[in-house]
């Protein structure tokens, strides 16, 4: 069994900061890319921001110069640091990783969720 935790979201004003948190626990082997993706009212799920494990990153051009992501390796964690929110990135924010289990097998896993309200 595999769990992606996700927590640090919530409400903010434009032009705040929030920083969520997503921790890989269970049966890992190995992590690849780890990722966040965010999903508004009506819109399909997007990629917001990717790093893989030899530390390349991928990101909309929408959040470039707002958004970092970063993960750290000893704790199967990654972080995605946003500033200067716009109500536009309002959405829910999903966290995703690649695994290599501990009996080998390889797949996406998912987080739960964590909700990112951004008031004008």
């Known amino acids: 069994q595999v769990q992606l935790v996700e927590s640090g979201g919530g409400l903010v004003q434009a032009g705040g900061s929030l920083r969520l948190s997503c921790a890989a626990s269970g049966s890992i082997f190995s992590i690849g890319t780890m990722g966040w993706y965010r999903q508004a009212p009506g819109k399909q799920r997007e990629l917001v921001a990717a790093?893989?494990?030899?530390?390349?990153?991928n990101s909309a051009d929408s959040v470039k110069g707002r958004f970092t992501i970063s993960r750290d390796n000893a704790k199967n964690t990654v972080y995605l640091q946003m500033n200067s929110l716009k109500p536009e990135d309002t959405a829910v924010y999903y966290c995703n990783a690649v695994i290599r289990t501990l009996v080998g097998v390889v797949r996406d896993y998912w987080g739960q969720g964590t909700q990112v309200t951004v008031s004008s």
């Open positions: 790093l893989t494990s030899d530390g390349t990153t």
